[in-house]
């Protein structure tokens, strides 16, 4: 009786194990890699009516083969097509009239909205995003005023595959030079339902005539054209409403307090106002308080900054606290200068990308819900901001004096 | 049945009210203040849960059924002891469906799921056929399992500094009233005032002196991790929390650490797997004991009928937005009854019809139990 026991139970074991190793496969949930394309750029466009998104599809074969031979001859490294149709998810299922294999998302590095779908509204994009399991809000964003097509079938020198490389450039801009901000899927949803609706987008463009869409151009030792990052698009409501030029972007980061490393370049010397110094910021940090002004609001911003001197062409003698002072002030007039036409620029385009309404809503809670409304179009452009900023040059790099005053001292010009 | 250790208890008590909780994001129609509801929720329920130690207490030695028996009679006691029977088992058939719809939303959405909701409750009952120290040590191995899992997604999560203090506030924006009207009765009913369930387990305890100790300190650490669970996802999510299916599992997905720790989401699902499956064998179990208790039938007979009628159940609602409708809604009404409700009204009679067989200081322990 037992010795029966002991089989059953062995032979229900060894079956157990067989069952348990023919689920671990998963089953009917399986992905087999050479039934799914995976994209690595996504681009949307809107044009008669209708939605037209493109695709940029990995080719895993032309990708492995490169670290061989080290030229860039041979197949392209990525396949770009489009396909349309009136609704988002609906024209990403058109795709199977032309493709043997299923796109598969969730290796999507970026995706590239065109200005005419971004001034059509993007809520569709975000729904649909927030709906599906398989887009990863982790996305980066971009726009362009052009075709979002066209930047998708362009291959960037030194980089595999374009998708990644675009994500790793602005993850690289927002690190090292902090003009645009890195905006994420989420991010951009996020601060598309915070207090004021408002978000910024950069966008890419392709400079150049002749785009590098084949690896034979890629061949040359320069490049006829580049993707590079231009503008701060704004977006409100799911709308695309105007663009905030480089300088205008940085100095709204500056009042954000989104700086992670910079350089600041502010001229030295009131005699010679073309020659700039250069400070690198490597930590920055920005307070905002709203205060109520009768019927308008001011924003204080608070910024706090810490540098080195990277360049120096004027002749005081940095030995001595006075004259690093005094280099301390002209960078603060600088930056608090950058800061103030960023928020006219803001307030031109009636969008509060700076954070105003979100220290309105911290501290005065009751009021804020009052004038969420009217707040972008009539009270923002009434609106004043006072800066006060305070930089802390720590050091003045691996030399004190300036080249040009050792070449004065040493009997020249 | 085997005797049950304070620790063992005190994992189970653990476990069981941490559950699926992750997966629904509670007092959400209090936005950034939700933590303040599940606060005020989670202390509302220490108030029952004291009750429900008050009737342990009592009579140690009884279980659910007993009590019934001796407090309303016999013949009342079936209608009641029934009445819990189908409360556990519904409760049961609920995780099962969460169980497949959390399955079918995140991991296989191929699979049909009469084959996931099949497997978990074939394994479910494999765990009830073998007794409470089956279920108890497998809960305790969990219990170490899930606990580094959710400590390294925290770690995580915070080490890429996704969470920002700045969505927690303004604190109280709305004021106070908004943040008790998600608090009372929704998250008073689920998942604070589940315990109940434990009112059928506790005779089961090597020690039942510890009880008192073991349900209190394990409520408390169960309803700690949930506010600070809450809150992590709201300082994470911000607005998205409200309208995300699976909070908890959107904010895994934004973790992306040296550009190649990414995509933790399973890790998130198998935590939620283990939360729901020690639920829906608990309440299963529960269910199981009563019917044993009320009608003395064998034990596995009973538990293979309950888990029929659990999975049988399980298709009863059409899809997922009617499964969560009444679980928010007609649910909650029927779990403040049968949880808090049928509880107090028992200690209420426990009090004046039970003489309690142990007395703080000396004296006689005479038991004089007056069955009605």
Known sequence: MRLRREWCHKICCTLLLGVLSIAATGCSGRTELNEISIVSASGIDWKDGKWIISYQLVLPQAISSHGMGGGAHGAAPVNVFSTSGDSIRGAISKSSYEMSRRLYFPQNQIIVVSERAAKHGLTSLFDAYLRNPDSRETVNIFLTKESAREVLEHLIPLEEIPGAAIARMIVNEENNGSTLPNMSMYRTMLELLGPTKTTGIPALEISG?????????????????????????????????????????????????????????????????????????????????????????????????????????????????????????????????????????????KADIVGFGDAIRLQYPRQWSAITKRWNERLLPEATMETDVDVVLERTGMSTDSFRKMQSKAGGS | MHRIGSYQLFVMIVMFHIGSTPLFQLGSQARQDSWIAVLIGAAGGAFVMAVFVALQRRKPEAGLVELLRLTVGRWPAVFFGLLYAAFFAYQSMRNVRDFGELTSLSLLQNSPKWIIMGIIVLIAWYTVMNGNEAFFRTTQLLFIIVLGSYFLMGMVVLAMGLPDTRMLRPVLEHGPLPVFRAALPDIFSFPFTQGVIFLVFWKYAANRQAVRRTAYWGYATGAVFIILMNALIVSVLGPLSTVSALPYLEVVQLVKVANFVERLDVVVTLLLFTGLYIKLTAFYFGAAIVIRELFSIPYAWGAAFIGVIIYASSFAERNNTVHLWIGFGVSLRVSLVMQVGIPVALLLLALVRIRGTERRRGGSTATEGKAG
């Open chain 1, 209 to 349: 005539d002749d785009p590098l869409d084949s690896t034979r151009k890629t061949a040359k030792t320069y490049s006829s054209s580049k993707i590079k990052l231009t503008k701060l698009g704004l977006i409100q409501d799911g709308k695309l409403i105007g663009w905030l030029t480089h300088d205008q972007s940085y100095g709204v980061m500056w009042i954000r307090g989104e700086i992670r490393q910079s350089t600041v370049w502010f001229s030295c010397d009131v005699k010679h106002p073309a020659e700039k110094a250069v400070i690198k910021i490597h930590h920055m940090k920005a307070k905002r308080k709203a205060i109520k002004t009768g019927d308008g609001w001011k924003l204080q911003v608070r910024i706090a900054a810490r540098g080195t001197l990277l360049e120096y062409p004027c002749e005081a003698d940095l030995s001595q606290p006075q004259s690093v002072a005094a280099l301390e002030r002209q960078a603060a007039d600088k930056i608090a200068l950058l800061a103030q036409n960023g928020f006219k620029a803001v307030q031109e385009q």
